[in-house]
């Protein structure tokens, strides 16, 4: 039987989140941060956002805790993105698989997930959880062999070029780029299909063309 399933990225896709990412950099490191925006550090894992303020590593676990604590004193389920709620309850009725891969740390992958009514176990790869995350395929992998499915019957729902490039080099089929506010600085090139609301994504459609 032809088994659809579906990744989620989360940071921009469940939550539209990096903003706020932005104001707890702001918040906790604001001489380092005062020269960037959140448009240029959209999709690196905190560890790479880290090094790209010039943070010393030695000051980064201290950091993680600071911010994460910072991110869930401002996080609120009125950032939810549109229609993932309605999205998510719906293949759970189908009972179609789903997960979760992140470049994020796993304390603020569940805090996000969080916001959400699921009622199963979430299956989630997040940074803290892989050696090598977004661009590189590997968490894609690794959720592709936790859920036990085939690539070219997966969908992968991203906001960013490098979780974009992530999908294509696991050789995920069907790659559907979500922009937001924030995405300006994205180009979707190596997108299946752009998309600007999750009702243009039809499972039943997708289904049938297996």
Known sequence: MTQLTIIFDIDGVIVDSEQLHFDALLKAVPEQAKNFNAEQLIGLSLEATLDTLGIPKHRHLDLTAQLTDIY??????????????????????????????????????????????????????????????KPYPDPYLEMLNILEADPKQ?????????????AHQAEIK???????ALSKQQNYLQATEVIQSLDQINIINLLESF
Not at 102 to 128: K, M, Y
């Open 154 to 166: 997966t969908i992968v729902i991203e906001d960013t070029d490098l979780g974009i490039t992530a």
């Open 72 to 133: 869930n004193s401002m996080l609120h389920t009125k950032y939810l993105r549109s229609g993932i709620q309605d999205f998510i309850t719906s293949l759970e009725k189908k009972q179609i698989p789903f997960g979760f891969v992140s470049t994020a740390p796993r304390d603020v992958c569940l805090s996000n997930l969080g916001l959400l009514d699921l009622r199963g176990e979430i299956q989630l790869i997040s940074g803290t959880d892989i050696a090598r995350t």
């Open 174 to 180: 069907y790659i559907y780029g979500w922009p937001h």
